[in-house]
């Protein structure tokens, strides 16, 4: 109808994250998360990766997808935090020499520029691990816990992000002639829809939704993967570093298979 239309219209998304991040105050669910206790180093790098000024996109799409079946946005906040520190964790690993090799993250100097390499290491897998131990201390029924678990565990390995930077990582070089769209794809929603996709659905379960509604919201959620991953190839070769945050063109320059290079637009 009009009305909605013009709703849909008002919407304006930029306030609607930053008040979301306010009101369910994510930041100050994580800062409880990850306290400064010995090992001190370790969690001086947890906290400077998660601190480092993320949109949090992840951790509000599963408190609002929590919401939107009807559950109470507060029962999953712990897997908001959860889904963040994987986040966390896999830009710490992704910005390592062995893989990206980049200096700048949230435009702040990497984990492994201001820790070392091996502290840096060390603090994604801390984060991985204080990940699983912090969404299982959650108060959720047995069915719900079993279930949020496996929908994370399965967004982080070879069927998720694994699977994605191991795919992207090999497609450096390769001829544009040689790979298509559903080689992007691959990676796309691996890499970024994945744990996309796991954090919504993670609300969803945890807000009670049917089944149903569970897989209405995974599909959404899949493709702002894709768009999202798309958008950012995008502004890797049109924004600045200032910008961006991070160094921009470097996907170019390392010959990755990217939505301009797929499409020939650069
Ligand atoms: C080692 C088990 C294990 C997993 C890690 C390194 C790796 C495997 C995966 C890399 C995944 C990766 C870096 C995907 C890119 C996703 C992406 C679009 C990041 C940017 O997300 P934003 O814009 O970042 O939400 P902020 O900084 O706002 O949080």
Not at 198 to 215: M, R, Y
Not at 224 to 242: A, C, H, P, Y
Request: proline content about 3%; aromatic content about 4%.
């Amino acid at each position: 109808s009009n009305q909605r239309e013009t709703k849909d219209d008002d919407f304006d998304f930029k306030p609607y994250m930053i008040s979301k991040a306010e009101t369910i105050n994510i930041n100050r669910a994580l800062d409880e998360a990850i306290p400064l206790i010995e090992p001190l180093n370790i969690y001086k790098a947890m906290r400077y990766a998660i601190f480092a000024g993320g949109k949090r996109i992840r951790p509000i799409l599963c408190l609002a997808a929590c919401e939107l079946v009807g559950g109470e946005e507060r029962s999953a906040i712990r897997a908001a935090c959860s889904v963040e520190m994987i986040h966390t964790m896999s830009l710490i690993k992704d910005d390592l020499p062995c893989m990206d090799n980049d200096d700048l993250r949230r435009g702040k100097p990497t984990t492994h520029k201001v820790f070392g390499e091996s502290v840096a290491i060390l603090s994604g897998g801390a984060l991985l691990a204080l990940a699983l131990e912090h969404l299982t201390e959650a108060d959720l029924s047995p069915k719900k816990m079993v279930r949020a678990v496996q929908e994370l565990a399965k967004s982080i390995g070879t069927k998720g992000l694994v699977a994605g930077q191991a795919k992207d990582l090999s497609s450096e070089g390769l001829d544009p002639n040689d790979v298509g769209l559903e080689d992007l794809e691959y990676i796309h929603v691996h890499k970024t829809g994945s744990l996309l996709e796991a954090s919504a659905v993670i609300g969803a379960v945890i807000g009670g939704g049917s089944e149903e509604e569970v897989e209405k919201v995974r599909s959404f959620a899949r493709c702002i993967g894709l768009l999202f991953q798309v958008v950012d190839d995008i502004l890797d070769e049109t924004k600045s570093s200032e910008e961006l945050g991070k160094t921009a063109g470097k996907d170019k320059v390392a010959g990755k298979l990217t939505y301009p290079k797929v499409i020939n637009w650069s």
